[in-house]
């Protein structure tokens, strides 16, 4: 599986970004998809995740209510819509995909394919 994420850029905090992540090599809607950001100096972290087959979705605390998560199975693209972006949500954002059948989303271990990240930088 091949993973493509697009998006990133320079944003003024408040402000919205829509990161998308194009996958081929696999029948999309076998795979759990799934959002990891990486800061300067900081581990990587979960963001944000959208099941295959009943498209649940879970995000992070410090996101919620902020981004969403969505998948469009007919153009084998996820993506992730940032609203009110905050300094701290500086960060290279990965896109990941699990063939596993029940994963425990929230860890990186657990995701079989990664894109190579876009960076997302929030202005003060």
């Known amino acids: 599986v091949q993973l493509q994420a697009s998006g990133g850029g320079l944003v003024q905090a408040g402000g919205s970004l829509r990161l998308s992540c194009a996958a081929s090599?696999?029948?999309?809607?076998?795979?759990?998809m799934g959002w990891f950001r990486q800061g300067l100096g900081k581990e990587r972290e979960f963001v944000a995740v959208?099941?295959?087959?009943?498209?649940?979705?879970y995000y992070a605390d410090s996101v919620k209510g902020r981004f969403t998560i969505s998948r469009d199975n007919t153009k084998n693209t996820v993506y992730l819509q940032m609203n009110s972006l905050k300094p701290e949500d500086t960060a290279v954002y990965y896109c990941?995909?699990?063939?596993?059948?029940?994963?425990?989303?929230?860890?990186?271990?657990?995701?079989?394919?990664w894109g190579h990240g876009t960076q997302v930088t929030v202005s003060s």
């Open positions: 990941a995909a699990s063939a596993k059948f029940w994963p425990t989303v929230y860890k990186g271990d657990e995701y079989d394919y």
């Open positions: 090599g696999r029948t999309f809607s076998t795979l759990h």
């Open positions: 959208i099941r295959r087959s009943s498209s649940s979705t």
